[in-house]
């Protein structure tokens, strides 16, 4: 059911990242098993499935954190291993993880630039408050002041200090893991924005949500794991029917069930009041 | 019209229109009193203590403000301040050393013994006493970092040993002289500053802190940024120029300031540096905030608490050999009794946070002000230890308390708990 749709979406360009039947286990159980996975420069990759699909492996194998056991990682047209976060790093392989990992205590600046601090001799304060501003301005990042701590700030502008931390090393492609999983509906259309001006930047973006509407809202191909498979990659226009039920693995799931009760509800509701 | 042409001249850092921008020392007070309302209290409530407890002791007893008393305050301050820069130390990411104070015994100990006893030159007795003090630190360091035992179960585990040796060490009769003409005790008794040279060091100490603060607000006007403007850096250094000058003056109508203390002042200095400029202090606060984070920025932490932990016992055992200098001698209750907790409560008092992330180098010398002002007050009032420890222990409650409301309220204002 999955195969024509997976068909019919391959890549718009050359992939400046891809993933060649990946596999990890943790002891007996296949966390990922000969997983693909394709994104290009300038474009929007969701990564969606349902709890243990092996959405937050894949990262973890992406950003270094875990080795793949088998599996072949291209990037940039060349074969590469990526066995820690600073290789990762070295590559261009940027991850924004769920908990941002900012140190509250810290200001924008100096979490910023942390481990990477701008030095002639001591550290120079004013190339790395002039860099912060910068980089926020091409974000449009909406922080009004760079000099107060990250624990005042609201969590879009901490999503938005995350993001652009992670892109000071200038990488070329960017794993954002549930942006929007904390967040509000402004902030959130706040982060969605943001990602749509790294896509123009021509950065490619893989993005983990749970979240339909987020990533039918900015996704330019949506790729659903699940059990740690493939199961399919959708155009992001596809419905979400369809999307939903490669997650969960058929169309006669609980979420369909349940939508289907609330309809007939409704129209025993309307009928009524027609009588 | 006027408010684009403003707004495009307007530094790269308030560009946003939420920022209310204003220029001038009288901008800079409104900005100074809307931290203090929103619970961003800075030095201020220490200030105030320090006030209110030298009104009391000297309304107690006029000898208490007399320039002979505060020299002699000053002095004493010393040793637990410098064991209080090394605290302050591991509290900033997060940790505790509950064993500066029998570090503190055991240096001072080990530095008699040798000196004295082996007849080592005083140079080399001090480097192996202060050696010793490192290489505990990284004992603690390894069993926290390596084996994940409690910072505060491994430095109590050392409180306990480190007393036995230092008993073990100084033997039956449980006390050594260190000689008045060696030159430690010199040092820490009797080497005062001339005259004439601890007005030159103000007058340089006010020169320095224009001069550093006008070239940084030239590089930011330079690079497009908001900068303090000139008025406000000389009001600065005009009032810190008048305010030491006038401490040196009153000082100086006894027996002046000493080279100890403005050591223990220079080393408060160095590490405020360390601190705020360096990469190392960068990752200090780092770790402080948020370990995991701080791995993941690439940040070594297992070294940064290493090199944190190596710090605070070299720092112990700095002060217990300036605690025996004091004394001229080492005996069983060098580093003993109250040490421990004062040399503590001088940094929480001071203003740093057990939770880490969050103090200063200043909390240190603030700290221990004001813990030897109580201390020597009552001893002037002729009440003992018993009554210094209450009085002591209710104004950590107090600075603690003070502490959690003002986070409260920072918490209210949006600033950084």
Redesign the interface.
Known sequence: MTAPAAAASQAPTRPILSLRGVSKNFGAVAALTEVDLDVAAGEVVAIVGDNGAGKSTLVKVLSGVHRADTGTVTFADREVTVAS??DAHALGIATV?QD???????NVI?NLF????V?RG??DE??M??RS?ELLRQLSAK??????????LSGGQRQTVAIARSLLGDPKVIILDEPTAALGVAQTAEVLNLIERLRDRGLGVIMISHNMEDVRAVADRVAVLRLGRNNGVFDADAPTEEIVAAMIGASDNAVSRRANQRRQSRQRRQRKEEE | MADVREAAAAPLDLLDERLRRGEGLKAALAGIWGRVRSGDLGALPIVLGLVVIWTVFQSLNSVFLSSANLVNLLMESASVGIIALGVVCVLLVGQIDLSVGSVSGLSAALTAVTFVKHGWPMPLAMAAALAAGAAIGFVYAQMVTRLGVPSFVATLAGLLSFLGIQLWLLGDTGAINIPFDSGLVHFAQLAFLPEWLSYVLVVVAAGWLFATGYGLARTRRAAGLSARSTTLLVARSVTVLLGLGFAVWYLNRARGVGWLFVSFVVLVLILNYALTRTGWGRSVFAVGGNAEAARRAGINVRRVYTSVFVLCSTFAALGGMIAAARLAAANQSTGAGDVNLNAIAAAVIGGTSLFGGRGSAFAALLGILVIQSISNGLTLLDLDSSFRFIITGLVLALAVMLDSVARRSRVAHGRAA
């Open positions: 976060p600073a993880f941002l990992a900012l140190c509250e205590n810290l100096q942390l481990g990477r601090e030095r001591r550290l004013v190339t408050e002039i501003w922080i009004p002041t760079v000099r107060v701590p990250v624990a005042s």
